[in-house]
């Protein structure tokens, strides 16, 4: 009984501080979330403490120039909006007609006041549905939905935004398994968390879970905590989602939208600190990043710090800056990085940062067995560094190129064959080791000893990256993944001189021997001339760079995909990813008619239309091959048949889910063809 009298008095103690605070009037968001501790807030308080958040407190009022004329191109709907709402509110039947009044100016102002056009469920009537119960006047209940609508709610929060293009990337970087199946399936974010984000939970959820929440959210005063507690609900969805593998999409949508309505009030600390638990696991530069999502500027730029179209981001960037950070504080709560230096071994040899393991990229595709053994000792490094202690240690796999976008061709496949087998925490620096050369000079000029070229970047080739070898190894605990990734280069090297030697012997010979499809294939009757020419292998000893083929394009006519797909001549369909030259993956479609093929090329810009990226006739397809190591990386080679043999004209790479039957149904269909040519 004496524990209990304890706890009870302790509660008593902190919401008085808590009324105290807030009646001296010097009380700010600081005081406030000391005091809380990420408790929620008494509901005698709640109005006070929360706009004290919003620092909205001593705000005068906003709407003393409104000329309180209603007279919106959607003013009926609104008000039909407003009124819905306030039926919902059995304990606000007096003021009904006084809170109608006042919601409907505070959003008639809002949209007048920013040129905005009202729709409904756009989330802004969902927005008052926490703040309506509070009886505040006007003036704080506009400034009160201002503050929300500009501090926490993301721009571009529309179908196929940018906002859930980022939340894909978090989700990509925690989960990638459930990422992957939501992507096989083509759902995207926005498709069950649009109203999510635009109404800060306020639309799935009751208000006795939203008013908490809000305590706990205004109290961290981070807008990017949104994508979090989303990501806290998809993740504890994963186990009633992946067993849904054969289910209809919609039913799929349907089911994660409701996911939140299922929380109750005593969850909402437990679901929070989850939240917070996984925003302190992910790399903390996107913020930096992508800030410009918020704000109240209407022409804040868009673009600022988006490099790269996050559409198109293969994962999540962490910038270089924040990989140095990491390694300074590596004792704190922040994310360590265990880095993955994926440039040739030369460039490595000539400088890199000294925690870095060395993966050469080209192996995956060059030498497939040597690929396989580089990344087990990877993972045996990562562990022992992480038991070790050590500086290079940490669960966080961030990949590092050269920064030239020429040259990192293969390190995006190498990313995307992690990504592939769920291996979660995973990011690529962004710039490469170019970005962080530049920035440990910046650093250097700038006076600071911890971080420079020479304390930080070593040299395996006998001279440091300025030409002079000083004999230092970097920080304490590289000097281990130096040897590892040393005993792996020193193999690869054996490995490339002997396939180096092979391709010479080749060469010395009758040239590359063809093989032609035999019935031991299985896929149909063996062609019987010689004109044309289809061969089908694995790709283990071809060795073709892919900038080597210049694949011609049709020009590039837009389509309706779905129009296509139900076109008679159509006969299979398989979605895909180009593997560009660059190294991007871009979502795209393999389509298969009696006489060609055709890849179509999803239009990021245009839901539901496609680029007629290219179409070969069948008979122009000469050699269809596979890695063995990578049996959904399929090559495509077109050419023409002429008396010396067949000369290729053109390369195209894609990976693809059923890759098997893919090339089985592909592999049919250009027999056919051919056996009608051949008769």
């Not at 993301?154 to 978090?170: E, N, Q």
């Not at 999409?249 to 989850?274: G, R, S, Y």
């Not at 918020?294 to 868009?302: C, D, I, K, M, Q």
């Amino acid at each position: 009984m004496a524990e209990v009298d304890e706890q009870e008095l302790e509660s008593e103690d902190w919401q008085v501080e808590l009324e105290t605070a807030v009646l001296e009037g010097s009380c700010d968001i600081g005081i406030i979330r000391n005091i809380c501790k990420g408790r929620q807030v008494p509901e005698e308080l709640r109005s006070a403490v929360w706009k004290i958040c919003l620092n909205v407190a001593a705000k005068g009022d906003s709407m003393e120039s409104w000329d309180g004329v209603f007279d919106l191109p959607q003013q009926d709907v609104l008000r039909q909006d407003c009124l819905d709402l306030l039926e919902k509110y059995e304990d606000l039947e007096e003021e009904k007609v006084a809170l109608l009044s006042d919601m409907e100016s505070v959003l008639t102002f809002y949209a007048k006041s920013r040129s905005l056009q009202y729709a409904s469920r756009n989330g802004w009537v969902d927005i008052l549905a926490p703040l309506i119960p509070l009886r505040l006047p006007r003036q704080d209940l506009y400034n009160c939905f201002y503050a929300v609508m500009t501090k926490y709610i993301p721009r571009d929060c529309k179908v196929d935004g940018k906002p859930f293009h980022l939340f894909r990337l978090l989700l990509l970087y925690h989960d990638p398994e459930l990422c992957n199946f939501l992507d096989t399936k083509r759902i995207s974010a926005e498709m069950y968390a649009l109203m999510w984000i635009q109404s800060l939970f306020a639309s799935p959820c009751e208000l006795g879970v939203v008013q908490p929440m809000w305590d706990l959210y205004l109290q961290q005063a981070d807008p990017f905590f949104l994508f979090f507690l989303a990501l806290v609900i998809l993740v504890n969805a994963k186990e009633q989602i992946l067993p849904m593998e054969n289910e209809d999409k919609q039913v799929i949508i349907d089911t994660l939208k409701v996911f939140p309505a299922q929380l109750e009030a005593e969850d909402i600390e437990d679901f929070c600190a989850l939240a917070l638990y996984y925003s302190s696991r992910t790399p903390q530069s996107f913020r930096k990043d992508y800030q410009y999502m918020f704000g109240g500027s209407l022409t804040a730029r868009e673009d600022a710090g988006d490099e790269e179209m996050l559409s198109q981001a293969l994962c999540l960037p962490v910038s270089v800056a924040e990989l140095l950070q990491a390694t300074e504080d590596s004792n704190g709560d922040s994310v360590h990085y265990f880095v993955v230096d994926c440039r040739p071994a030369d460039q490595y040899n000539t400088g890199h940062l000294s925690t870095a393991f060395h993966l050469d990229a080209n192996l995956m595709l060059q030498v497939p067995t040597e690929f396989a053994l580089a990344v087990q000792a990877l993972f045996s490094a990562q562990r022992t560094a992480i038991a070790a202690g050590s500086v290079a240690g940490g669960e966080h796999l961030c990949f590092m190129g050269s920064g030239r976008d020429e040259e990192d061709q293969y390190v995006h496949m190498v990313v995307a064959h992690f990504l592939q087998r769920h291996t979660a925490f995973i990011s690529l620096a962004r710039g490469g080791y170019h970005a962080l050369h530049t920035e440990l000079v910046k650093r250097e000029e700038k006076g600071d000893s911890n971080f420079s070229v020479r304390t930080c970047i070593v040299s395996t080739a006998g001279e440091d990256v300025n030409g002079e070898h000083d004999g230092r190894s970097g920080a304490q605990g590289a000097s281990l993944i130096n040897k590892l990734s040393s005993a792996v280069r020193q193999k690869s090297d054996v490995m490339k001189e002997q396939l180096s030697k092979f391709k010479d012997k080749l060469a010395e010979g009758a040239g590359p021997v063809e093989r032609h499809v035999s019935s031991s294939d299985k896929v149909g009757k063996p062609y019987r001339g010689v004109k044309p020419v289809f061969s089908i292998g694995d790709e283990e000893d071809d060795h073709d760079e892919m900038d080597n083929f210049s694949v011609s394009d049709d020009e590039h006519e837009v389509v309706n995909l779905d129009t296509w797909l139900k076109k008679p001549d159509v006969i299979q369909h398989f979605p895909c990813q180009e593997v560009k030259e660059s190294g991007h993956l871009l979502p795209s479609h393999l389509l298969l008619t009696s006489t060609h093929m055709y890849v179509l090329r999803d239009n990021p810009d245009r839901k539901g239309m496609s680029f007629i990226q290219s179409r070969h006739a069948l008979t122009e397809v000469v050699k269809i091959t596979s890695k063995k190591r990578h049996p959904d990386l399929i090559t495509f080679k077109y050419g023409i048949s002429e008396e010396e043999g067949v000369q290729v004209t053109g390369m195209e790479r894609f990976l693809i889910p059923e890759a098997a039957t893919c090339t089985r149904f592909i592999k049919e269909q250009i027999l056919k063809v051919l056996d009608a040519t051949d008769s």
